[in-house]
Structure formats: structure tokens, C-alpha cells
T-cell receptor, first 111, second 115 residues
Framework: RKEVEQDPGPFNVPEGATVAFNCTYS??????FFWYRQDCRKEPKLLMS???SGNEDGRFTAQLNRASQYISLLIRDSKLSDSATYLC????????????FGDGTTLTVKP | DTGVSQDPRHKITKRGQNVTFRCDPI?????LYWYRQTLGQGPEFLTY????????KSRLLSDRFSAERPKGSFSTLEIQRTEQGDSAMYLC?????????????FGDGTRLSIL
């Protein structure tokens, strides 16, 4: 079993739709969590950190459930430009050493 | 541009050759990471430096792989006697040290193709 698991998708949604991705992690000692976005053949870019109380950045909302060891990302009013692969990232230590990445969920937003 | 810089962007070489990649982190970041990514997979951790000290190495990093960060600034990743399975995107990232959430910032990567 992989340490960080994501539904690979693809998720194909129309513009304006709301879409949610989940990510589960196996190490209960995990301390910090992030969502990254990766466009085709490009480097991963930080989308947002995930805080225990949940956090929002514009159309994006991240939630953390430590008891069930999963993280979610909600995208509202999706845009064509949201089409990308979304990577869930988990660090064991708060002052992080290595990051463990999921394999990503691919989103395609269609007109 | 003050982001993470990697060189070269692409490298094509024959099996058995040695290759070396360079990474220049964001200047105020003292942590530097190397990852490898293949199609359809997330980045896999290879190794990590804090300043010049190599603090962690993955089991993925066979004895053909070596990484250095001699002055705590730029880093090099060398692969000796390359194999076809080494074909991948090699990503470098950097982050500041300190407590709390410290996300990593990635360079554009070096895409390695072994013929």
C-alpha cells in the first residue's frame, strides 16, 4: 500500500462545476500537508497548505481529517485553467524533511 | 528570476554514460531536495540536504547515484553507468528551515532520456 493514495481520475467536469478530491495517508505521525498543482510536463507548484481547522483560498478549500487520515480539496466554480494534476503531499515532521507525494488526480474542465 | 534553477533542462545520453545535473536553490533556502518523477506517478524522494549536510537518502538512491552540496548553496546529482530505467524527470526543490509548515518550491526539472 502506498503511503499517500489519491484517486487518479480523470475527473472531467464542465466549467462552473464544483469538484472534490480526496487523499488518504497511512502514517499517523504525519504533521504537515499540502496540495500542489502540476501542469503537463511542468514542475509541481504549491497550491495551498492544509491546516487542521481547514482553510480556504478563493475558490479552493482544503480540509484535514486526522482521525480518518484524509485530506480533501474542493474547487468551486471551476475554470478551464484549473485543468491540471493535483498532488497531495504529506510530511512526517513539522519542520519538514522529505515530502511524500501521491500520484495525483487529473482534472479536466471543459467548456 | 529568484526561483529554483535546474540545468540542463533536457539530457539525452546513451546507456552506460555518466550524467550530472545541477540545482541552484532559492538563495535564502537552506534545505534542498532531489526527487525523481516518471509519467503518471508523483515525485519520489531521493535525498535531502540541510546546508551542506546530506541528512536523508532514499533506498531508491542506488550506489550509482550520488548527490553533493559542498558549500551549502548549489547541488549536483550524478548518475553513473546510466540504465534505461533511469529515464525520468529529476526535480530539485528548496525550502527554508524552521518549524511549522514549510512547503517546498520546485525547479523546472531536468528530463533525462536514456537511449
Amino acid at each position: 500500500r502506498k503511503e499517500v493514495e489519491q484517486d487518479p481520475g480523470p475527473f472531467n467536469v464542465p466549467e462552473g462545476a464544483t469538484v472534490a478530491f480526496n487523499c488518504t495517508y497511512s502514517n499517523s505521525a504525519s504533521q504537515s500537508f499540502f496540495w500542489y498543482r502540476q501542469d503537463c510536463r511542468k514542475e509541481p507548484k504549491l497550491l495551498m497548505s492544509v491546516y487542521s481547522s481547514g482553510n480556504e483560498d478563493g475558490r479552493f478549500t482544503a480540509q484535514l481529517n486526522r482521525a480518518s487520515q484524509y485530506i480533501s480539496l474542493l474547487i468551486r466554480d471551476s475554470k478551464l485553467s484549473d485543468s491540471a494534476t493535483y498532488l497531495c503531499v504529506v510530511n512526517i515532521a513539522t519542520n519538514a524533511g522529505k515530502s511524500t507525494f501521491g500520484d495525483g488526480t487529473t482534472l479536466t474542465v471543459k467548456p | 528570476d529568484t526561483g529554483v534553477s535546474q540545468d540542463p533542462r533536457h539530457k539525452i545520453t546513451k546507456r552506460g554514460q555518466n550524467v550530472t545535473f545541477r540545482c541552484d536553490p532559492i538563495s535564502e533556502h537552506n534545505r534542498l531536495y532531489w526527487y525523481r518523477q516518471t509519467l503518471g506517478q508523483g515525485p519520489e524522494f531521493l535525498t535531502y540536504f540541510q546546508n551542506e549536510a546530506q541528512l536523508e537518502k532514499s533506498r531508491l538512491l542506488s550506489d550509482r547515484f550520488s548527490a553533493e552540496r559542498p558549500k551549502g548553496s548549489f547541488s549536483t546529482l550524478e548518475i553513473q553507468r546510466t540504465e534505461q530505467g533511469d529515464s525520468a524527470m529529476y526535480l530539485c526543490a528548496s525550502s527554508p528551515a524552521g518549524a511549522g509548515n514549510q512547503p517546498q518550491h520546485f525547479g523546472d526539472g531536468t528530463r533525462l532520456s536514456i537511449l
